[in-house]
């Protein structure tokens, strides 16, 4: 059977998916964290720790994805994904309102709602993402990436105003009707998007089915791999250091300079803006102008770690400018530089996913799918850790957020240098296995004489 090659329609029915799947976390991220908070005065910590629940989860992609390797189709796996994130999305309204007569039994229930959140949105995420990598060119991947990533953003951007206005005036059965909506609307966009993008039979490739191997086996091989495990590692440590500064860029705005709520809101708005900016600059360039150099995502994701370094310097050392500080330019220029270093880095991880044949694609998606998840559940909690443990040293507020920025700054520069050092196979390697021809990872044409 020839290999997937799928047409930007597909690739936007593919994002669709994303945009279902973002819809339905959103309500989980933000409406039901403000219930829990405001509406039942529960300690802030127990919504905290469902998203965190949430997160730890993402552990298990790897057994999703070797899941899909088994069963030589992706799309089952998105739509059972799906069909769990959207029971679990309407579950955790139900524990919601549960908890205004029964708190012990509607958290009992909200665990078991955010766990199955947690495991379908790694199920159909990581198996969406293989069916990408399977099926876009090395040239398309930046692009394919910016749709896919601003797909989902759209579905975080519709659905929680849409949300807002038609819970009011609140109640217990309104949040359950608004959130069953939108999961149900939620899963039928998702099977539409899915339904004949997939053939009904795909053989592997490599004529050696997933299931002659364990799990445990399979793992093993993809871990082994030098190009697979530094992978791993520079996603965790980018994610790191991406997410280490959400929940601390607002509140060191207001308080080292004096903004407002509203303002540092805006403040963040900006930052989106750039990251938006930046991953339809790198679509633009790859897809545009390309080549071996403005081509190479490799080039982009090191662009983008490094920018992100600069610009958190540089907010680290505005805190002992004051006033003066152009804050709102670094912010933006965080932004955009996080943008390039998401859609080349997502780019890249569809490239390399092929680096072993699809027999084991779905595997190694998950790994660096599990990877990221946890390090973007532990990045929030760290930063605001990290400034809590820097103001026990020091009494100046300004040298504690200073040193903490200072900190991810380092670790957007540790990034850059293992993005730098991943390598792909050497030319004559690529030439003589069709499989992994077409899913490699694009480097400078001087690294190919390894």
Known sequence: MPPLSFTWWQIFRLGLVQTALGAVVVIMTSTINRVMVVELALPAMVPGGLVALHYAVQILRPRWGYGSDRGRRRTPWIVGGMTLLALGGFGASAATALCETSVAAGLTLAVLSFLAVGMGAGAAGTSLLVLLATGVDDRRRGAAATVVWVMMIVGFAVTAPLAGHFLDPFSGMRLMAVSGTVSAIALVVAVLAVTGIEPAQRAHPSGTPAHHKTFFEVLARVWAEPISRRFTIFIFVSMLAYSAQELILEPYAGLIFEMTPGATTKLSGLQH??????????????????????????????????????????????????????????????????????????????????????????????????AQGIAFGAGGFLGTMAVDLARLVTTDLTAAYASVFAGEAFLFVAAAVIALRIEHAPARERRSNPLTQAATFQLDPGLEAR
Do not use: D, H, Q
């Open 273 to 370: 803006g750039g990251v938006l900016a930046g991953m339809l600059f790198v679509a633009g360039i790859t897809m545009g102008i390309g080549g071996p150099v403005l081509g190479s995502l490799k080039l982009w994701t090191a662009v983008g770690c490094l920018g992100s370094a600069v610009s958190l310097a540089m907010i680290a050392v505005g805190s002992s400018v004051g006033a003066a500080f152009p804050l709102r330019e670094c912010v933006f220029a965080l932004g955009l530089s996080n943008g390039v270093y998401a859609v080349a880095a997502i780019g890249s991880m569809m490239g390399l996913a092929g680096r072993g044949g699809e027999a084991e694609r779905g595997t190694r998606m998950g790994v660096w799918g599990a």
